[in-house]
């Protein structure tokens, strides 16, 4: 059998419409990731109009990414408000989101596991913090560190510490952020129970509101 050798890409945003919700899966942090959120969320409505109840956004098993992406999609479902801080050694800083929300004020789930991690869990932490989303499913993993990158000779590179990144309630993820709702993921269970249960929760959150 002759194999050829080949390229794969992996997509790193896909989006779907269920009942009436917009699913928007992030499954890693790269490079103009917010932009392809951006994207999906347009299309979303597009395809839905007004119909549309709300958003699951599924950061499960998301071991994370450029932080500066974290920010971008934060700061795109929120209005007002802070994002994210970094604390070093000698000094603070803090993101605050600008004014504009893509989701139009509508519900949002956010779903986490023990996956989720460094920025997937600066966007789970920001959204949840200035409670613009419920978070559904388990524990994420807690990594609540700044790195950089510092390349030395040949091929070898030193990955050091400089920050530690702290929600907008000022709480480390050290530790792993806690859900709102608790959901397991039975492997024994066909289909996907986080996902159908997020849906749920999205509808309960529109119909409170309207």
Do not use: C
């Not at 409505?45 to 119909?51: R, V």
């Not at 050694?89 to 989720?116: C, F, Q, W, Y």
């Not at 749920?200 to 309207?210: I, K, N, P, Q």
Request: charged share 30%; net charge neutral; proline share 3%.
């Amino acid at each position: 059998i002759r194999l050829v050798r080949e390229t794969i890409k992996i997509e790193g945003v896909r989006w779907r419409v269920e009942r009436d919700v917009g699913y928007i899966r992030i499954s890693e942090f790269t490079r103009r990731v917010g932009e392809r959120v951006e994207s999906a969320v347009e299309k979303i409505h597009d395809k839905t109009g007004s119909k549309l109840r709300g958003f699951v956004l599924d950061l499960r098993n998301n071991p994370g990414g450029p932080f500066d992406e974290a920010v971008i999609i934060s700061d795109a479902f929120l209005e007002y408000g802070r994002i994210v801080s970094t604390k070093s050694r000698h000094n603070e800083e803090h993101h605050t989101a600008e004014a504009g929300d893509i989701a139009d004020g509508l519900p949002i789930v956010v779903m986490i596991n023990k996956g989720s991690a460094s920025a997937s869990e600066i966007v789970a932490g920001a959204l949840r913090d200035q409670r613009r989303a419920i978070l559904l499913g388990n524990r994420s993993f807690g990594k609540g560190t700044v790195q950089r990158l510092i390349p030395l000779s040949g091929n070898d590179a030193l990955r050091l510490t400089t920050a530690i990144y702290l929600t907008p309630s000022g709480k480390s993820v050290d530790g792993g952020i806690k859900p709102d709702t608790i959901v397991n993921a039975d492997p024994n269970r066909e289909g996907d129970e986080q996902l159908e249960r997020a849906i749920e929760t999205v509808w309960e959150l529109f119909r409170l509101r309207s």
